[in-house]
């Protein structure tokens, strides 16, 4: 177990520059093994999560070797390999590797994943799908077994009963190579979608539609990586850091961001009377003086991202008057809750809304990061509270933001962390 220790209660300043999606990387790392030839991925975020699914990766007999942010992946000498729950278990993206599993060698059999306890996050519409494009899919044990006829995949229409980027992500990486037609309706938007779908159709896939409702999917007999492949700026790490700087800052420049896929997230902030100065590719924020409470309610994107609710949760606290929040995806995504109420704030849940009361003055104390959005809360409001706070499971923190602890070194911040970090590897 890691620590974050945090002697808060300091104006921030200065700059940072974000990583490349998580939500991107983890569904991209699968992806790579569909190529017939290295795959060369830049804007790596340097996370726990990635380390993971290397790690899956060698278990097929994938070599890969990271350098700074390049992550270079060789499937040429893939083995076919059951995925035992031990490692899948550690993260909710293995799922990916069902896809991709079923459109490299036609079958998988994959531990049921895990990842962070926010509340169900069934992977019905996942099978739904797979079964659609003739796939036979049973549990047992614990573990998925996929299974394809003899004449292999074959394109379908898929009508996702709920917008899922999971489901609507797997069914992308299992069609690829299907034969014939496959369309997606209901499909979700998200960037990251985009993102996966870029870096198939640059090694000759035919995906059209993504960022729509409806995703078409032309199969293809092989595809091959010709160029590096740039993960798109991570959407989430920035909404974290925007919140910091609003809550805290005294001025702090965070760069590389698309300020389009965080509509609804700067919406708010305007609403709440946070000082931006909106640049190309960069957000500056100002100092803010007076915060008005705001009503937030999470929705698939375009919309507010769930991933974004608990981040912003302390610049709620600072502001006037009170706030509620509505997480629509997961609504059981409260465990910061009972953490900041340790710290001073005057927060409640009831009935799957969030109150948030703001003007109460945070003060350090000893508080658990049980997932990786509540931990950027809780160590946002660690920054802003007066005294230590020390922050357990801190690796659930890295698990989702690049370099956090060197990036808030960078703002002036004092942070530490404590316990074995052998998370960048060659």
């Known amino acids: 177990m890691q620590k974050l220790v945090i002697n808060g209660g300091k104006k921030l300043s200065g700059e940072v520059t974000i990583g490349g999606a998580k939500n991107s990387t983890v569904a991209l790392i699968p992806a790579a093994i569909l190529s017939d030839t290295p795959v060369v991925l830049d804007s790596v975020p340097q996370i726990r999560d990635v380390k993971n699914l290397r790690s899956i990766l060698k278990d097929m007999n994938v070599t890969s070797e990271m350098n700074n942010d390049v992550l270079r992946i060789d499937p040429t000498a893939i083995q076919f390999a059951e995925l035992p729950s031990g490692k899948v278990s550690s993260l909710r993206a293995s799922y990916y590797f069902m896809g991709a599993m079923l459109g490299r060698f036609g079958k998988a059999v994959v531990g ?9 996050r069934p992977i019905d519409q996942h099978i739904k799908g797979f079964e659609a494009l003739g796939a036979h899919v049973e549990n047992k044990h614990g573990q998925i077994i996929i299974t394809t006829p003899e004449e292999g995949l074959k ?15 797997n069914v992308i990486l299992a069609a690829v190579k299907a034969k014939g037609t496959t369309v997606i309706e209901n499909a979700a938007k998200e960037p990251e979608i985009i993102d996966l779908a870029t870096f198939l159709n640059n090694m000759g896939a035919v995906i059209r539609g993504v960022g729509t ?37 005294g001025g702090i420049l965070i760069k590389n961001i698309i300020s389009e896929h965080l509509d609804a997230f700067l919406a708010k902030l305007d609403e709440m009377g946070v000082n931006l100065e909106v640049g190309e590719d960069s957000i500056y924020v100002k100092p803010s003086t007076e915060l008005k409470a705001v009503n937030i309610k999470t929705m698939p994107y375009p919309g507010f991202a769930t991933d974004l609710q608990q981040p912003i949760t302390p610049l709620l606290m600072k502001a006037n008057g009170e706030a509620m929040v509505i997480d629509t995806i997961y609504p059981k995504r409260v465990k910061h809750i009972a953490q900041l109420t340790k710290m001073g704030a005057d927060i409640t849940s009831e009935n799957d809304l969030i109150f948030v009361h703001g003007g109460a003055k945070l003060k350090g104390a000893n508080v658990s990061a049980d997932e990786i959005r ?16 020390v922050i357990d499971h801190a690796e659930n923190i890295l698990r989702g933001y690049d370099q956090v602890v060197w990036k808030l070194h960078c703002l002036g911040a004092d942070v530490k962390l404590i316990g074995e970090d052998d998370l960048i590897e060659s």
Do not use: W
């Open 213 to 249: 409702e409806t995703i078409r999917i032309e199969g293809v007999d092989t595809l091959r990586s010709n160029n590096a492949h740039t993960i798109i700026p991570d959407r989430i790490e920035a909404g974290t850091y925007l919140s910091l700087a609003a809550a805290n800052g």
């Open 112 to 120: 049921f994943p895990g990842g962070d306890d926010i509340g169900p």
């Open 155 to 169: 394109g379908a229409k898929i009508f996702l009963d709920m917008v899922s980027v999971g489901a609507t992500i």
């Open 374 to 389: 509540a931990g950027a809360c809780l160590m946002i409001a660690g920054l802003l509270a007066d005294g230590q706070t």
